[in-house]
């Protein structure tokens, strides 16, 4: 059991790495395709940001995975670093579609090692782990977080299958 664990863990790569920024940044106001696959998704509550992920059609979107990253850079030590918030997944009423909400980045938590002085330097601080979200070209992948946040995202790719022995 333990090498088809590990066979099916290890079977997901890295692929790709991107920023999202913000609806008003991704969403050309020419785009009238762009303005209506949004028409399904509430507007933004006030002190949050609607974020617009474009997927690119793939040829196989059922090998790929998307990781939502949410968190915001700061000044850090040489400790790890990261906020307790995390991302509860959504349905549009009368839609169906799915989006995802980070209502707060919560407190940031560290571990408390000594750290050399001069340690201090701006880092890339992540809420809690997030599970992987279906890759899906065909409609916009919508993710709500407060304002001060930024919303990053990996793509995953499986690997071969393998043979558990």
């Avoid at 333990?2 to 106001?29: D, H, I, K, R």
């Avoid at 750290?115 to 599970?131: K, L, N, T, Y």
Wanted: negative net charge; proline residues 5%; glycine residues 6%.
């Amino acid at each position: 059991i333990l090498p088809s664990l590990f066979a099916g863990v290890a079977a997901l790569t890295l692929a790709a790495c991107a920023t999202a920024q913000a609806e008003s940044a991704m969403t050309p106001p020419t785009a009238q395709s762009n303005a209506d696959d949004l028409k399904a998704f509430p507007a933004a509550t006030a002190g949050q940001t609607r974020h617009v992920i474009r997927l690119p059609a793939q040829s196989d979107e059922d090998a790929l995975k998307v990781e939502v990253i949410v968190g915001k850079t700061m000044r850090v030590d040489c400790n790890r670093h990261s906020f307790g918030g995390r991302l509860v997944e959504r349905t549009a009423e009368g839609w169906g579609y799915t989006y995802y909400v980070l209502d707060s980045l919560g407190q940031a938590a560290s571990t408390m090692m000594a750290c050399p002085p001069d340690s201090e330097h701006e880092a890339f601080v992540r809420s809690g782990g997030q599970d992987l979200i279906r890759y899906n070209s065909r409609l916009p992948l919508v993710v709500y977080a407060p304002n001060d946040a930024e919303v990053r995202y990996r793509v995953w790719r499986a690997g071969e299958e393998q043979t558990a022995r």
